[in-house]
Structures are given as C-alpha cells and as structure tokens.
C-alpha cells in the first residue's frame, strides 16, 4: 500500500524559512515525478514546484528563486526549502508522486506565513 506523509509545516513570520519533507513508503518511486502542491482558502490547487527522475525541475514563477525542491531516492523522500515566505504562501501543502500510470497525493501540511 502506498503512503505518502509530509511533514514540516509550521506558523512562521514572513521572510523566515521552513523546509517539508514528503515520505513515501510502498514502492521504489525513483522512476516518478515528484511533486509539491498547494491549496489556499478559496482556491484551487496549484502546482509549487516538480522534480523528474533524472532531476530536472519546475517551479511555479510565484516561488522561483525561493523555494527549492530535492529528492532523495534511496529514501523515497522529496524536500521542499521555502525561504523567504510570504504571507501568499500560506496554504496547505500536498505532497505528490506520479507516473502515467499512478497519481499519489499526501494528507498534506499547513503552513501559515503571518505578516
């Protein structure tokens, strides 16, 4: 069975930094995209930042040059580093591992950035 558990969320004021963790147990998930969504009040689940098989990564351009995404396959485990947080970033954060075949999703993991 697979399971995917994030951790690391936390209340912050804005310009600290906090670092998620997503384990994943089940399965060896070094062929899947990796992933970090986020869900605010009202809206719609939005795509944070990815990272493929061999590494590359995507970020979405509210995030970009703050937010850093890792993995580590060996552990089945993918960090996301978020500095300088806004209070815009606050929402629930969803941890996703994905192939075309499977599509994996997280309890996800509040962060709140006060102002």
């Known amino acids: 069975q697979v399971r995917l558990v994030e951790s690391g969320g936390d209340l912050v004021q804005a310009g600290e930094s906090l670092r998620l963790s997503c384990a994943a147990s089940g399965s060896d998930f070094s062929l899947y995209t990796m992933g970090w969504y986020r869900q605010a009040p009202g809206k719609r689940r939005e795509l944070v930042a990815a990272?493929?098989?061999?590494?590359?990564?995507t970020y979405a351009d509210s995030v970009k040059g703050r937010f850093t995404i890792s993995r580590d396959n060996p552990k089945n485990t993918v960090h996301l580093q978020m500095n300088s947080l806004k209070p815009e970033d606050t929402a629930v954060y969803f941890c996703n591992i994905k192939n075309i075949l499977w599509d994996y999703w997280g309890r996800g993991t509040q962060v709140t950035v006060s102002s």
């Open positions: 990272i493929a098989p061999g590494g590359s990564t």
